[in-house]
Nanobody
């Protein structure tokens, strides 16, 4: 059974930083595409960043230069380093492990950025 457990969310002032972690069990994170998504109140869930099995990454335009996705294969963990946080980054952040045949989600972690 695949489980994804996120942590690292919280309340931070604008301009601050947070690092989200997603620990995967039941699947090899290095052999799957891992992504971070977010969903703000009243909005659709959107992709923030993803990292593929080969290590290539992509980041949403709204977070480029501020957020960085990375992976520690030994810990089966994916991270999202978030710097220069803005109030519009406030959302629940979800970790995803997926392929063409399956998709698993974590329970989400709240990130709140105050002005």
């Amino acid at each position: 059974q695949v489980q994804l457990v996120e942590s690292g969310g919280g309340l931070v002032q604008a301009g601050g930083s947070l690092r989200l972690s997603c620990v995967a069990s039941g699947a090899d994170a290095s052999r799957n595409t891992m992504g971070w998504y977010r969903q703000a109140p009243g909005k659709q869930r959107e992709l923030v960043a993803a990292i593929r099995p080969g290590g290539s990454t992509n980041h949403a335009e709204s977070v480029k230069g501020r957020f960085t996705i990375s992976r520690d294969n030994a810990k089966n963990t994916v991270y999202l380093q978030m710097n220069g946080l803005k109030p519009e980054d406030t959302a629940v952040y979800y970790c995803n492990l997926g392929s063409a045949f399956y998709s698993y989600w974590g329970q989400g972690t709240q990130v709140t950025v105050s002005t």
